[in-house]
């Protein structure tokens, strides 16, 4: 929605290889989230990036885990040594500025992963 | 940290009737988002909400933004079958680097 965009939409992958997860906002987005969503359950934050501030890491599950956001546009999710419990949706939000110009947030459609 | 509760955690109506959702919390917000997300999809944003008492309608949908900046609700009117799927509410505190924080949501069932 509102320009977020992620790829891949699917993914497919074996038990022990590495993903890399895509979220491309719009640009002037200065916050970026990523959940973590699981089959008929809720949004499980992993992590938050807002303007140059160091990144809010606290959602993250694991040291397998880990994201980066260059440039204050795209960020990157990757998951190494994936495990079959790490099978779920990747959602990506971003939006925001400043407090005067209202903090909507928007999400994209997600990255289904699944680990075999 | 921060915490929102949504419940019941399923809702169950009948085609045409009205259904409110109410979403509280112990802390203040500044800014109150509705989302639904339906099956296979990402959520999308319904209302957003930037000041207290604030009051904003889409189509069927009407959200407030409580007085005591602590709750919202989301009020759906006639629902159709459409209105299925689930939703969260959300909040974004005071502060220039405040994390926005959702509701478990709320799974809404309409039936014919």
């Known amino acids: 929605g509102a320009g977020v965009s992620q790829s891949p939409s699917n993914k497919v992958t074996e038990k022990g290889k590495d993903v890399e997860l895509r979220c491309d906002p719009i640009?002037?987005?200065?916050?970026l989230y990523w959940y973590r969503q699981s089959l008929g359950q809720g949004l499980e934050f992993l992590i938050y990036?807002?303007?140059?501030?160091?990144?809010?890491k606290s959602g993250l599950p694991s040291d397998r885990f880990s994201a980066e956001r260059t440039g204050g546009s795209v960020s990157t999710l990757t998951i190494q040594r994936t495990q079959q419990e790490d099978s779920a949706v990747y959602l990506c939000?971003?939006?925001?500025?400043?407090?005067?110009?209202?903090?909507?947030?928007?999400f994209g459609e997600g990255s289904w992963l699944t680990v075999v | 940290g921060q915490q929102l509760n949504q419940s019941p955690q399923s809702m169950f109506i009948q085609e045409g009737e009205d259904v409110s959702m109410n979403c509280t919390s112990s802390s203040i917000f500044n800014t109150w988002l509705w989302y639904k997300q339906d099956p296979g999809e990402g959520p999308v944003l319904l209302i957003a909400l930037y000041k207290a008492g604030e009051l904003t309608s889409n189509g069927r949908l009407t959200a407030q933004f409580g007085i005591t900046r602590k709750d919202s609700f989301l009020n759906i009117s006639a629902s159709i079958p459409s209105d299925v799927g689930i939703y969260f509410c959300?909040?974004?505190?005071?502060?220039?680097?405040?994390?926005?924080?959702f509701g478990k949501g709320i799974t809404l069932s309409v039936r014919p």
């Open positions: 959300a909040g974004l505190g005071p502060g220039a680097n405040s994390k926005l924080t």
């Open positions: 990036f807002q303007g140059n501030s160091a990144p809010d």
């Open positions: 939000a971003a939006g925001g500025g400043s407090p005067a110009g209202g903090n909507t947030i928007y």
């Open positions: 640009s002037g987005h200065t916050a």
